[in-house]
């Protein structure tokens, strides 16, 4: 159901993309693709069961985690700034985004994936991979990801009044840091990328696509 979800903010991006050719849609479609296999693979994995077959699907939920994630925070600071946040135009808080963000995914796949180590783990029926061992290089690019999209989120719901990006990314940083169960986190994460597209949305209606070549032309 999750998976069935997160698909139609995908067709729901895709349609909106086919009308306006904005490509701010894009990076909600990617990360929400991301989240269809992550499900998908969580699904059937029983039927799946443990093995080589398994292990190698869910690795690359992994992957998809540390690598695709972080791209959430120059889209939001892209966002921001198209909604008329002034301050996260400058060259400064700009580039701390971009810099943060290789950092995180360097981090992430020097520190956790190139000595990823999976395990067959069971929850409520489902069977699944998980790491074998905990650390920061794994668990710290979700938890900043969200941190500079809630500092963006903010910001567009003070300069216009916007709360929903707000609001779903409140309750996926309450959800991760009272660490429910798999089934309660995942959840928190299709209110999190749903509360994504629905912005992405909004502003592509906000922002006419004659504006918009005004606007790069601008400040180019």
Avoid: Q
């Amino acid at each position: 159901m999750l998976a069935a979800a997160e698909l139609a903010l995908v067709v729901w991006c895709a349609l909106r993309y086919r009308r306006t050719g904005d490509r701010i849609l894009v990076v909600p479609a990617v990360v929400c693709v991301a989240l269809v296999y992550d499900n998908a693979v969580l699904a059937a994995g029983r039927w799946i069961g443990v093995g080589a077959t398994l292990e190698t699907l869910s690795a690359f939920r992994f992957w998809a985690h540390i690598v695709l994630t972080p791209l959430l925070m120059p889209w939001a600071w892209a966002v921001a700034g198209r909604a008329g946040v002034v301050w996260v135009r400058r060259p400064g808080p700009r580039a701390v985004v971009y810099g943060v963000t290789l950092g995180v995914i360097a981090l992430g796949v020097f520190g956790e994936l190139v000595r990823l180590t999976l395990r067959p783990a069971e929850w409520s029926g489902t069977l699944r991979y998980t790491t074998a061992h905990s650390s920061l290089a794994g668990l710290l690019p979700p938890v900043v990801t969200v941190v500079v999209v809630l500092v963006a989120a903010v910001a567009v719901w003070r300069v216009c009044g916007y709360r929903l990006w707000t609001v779903t990314t409140v309750t996926m940083t309450v959800v991760s840091a009272a660490m429910p169960p798999m089934l309660l986190t995942n959840t928190a994460e299709l209110v999190f990328v749903a509360g994504i597209v629905a912005t992405a949305i909004w502003l592509t209606g906000r922002v006419p696509a004659t504006s918009r070549s005004d606007e790069v032309a601008g400040e180019r």
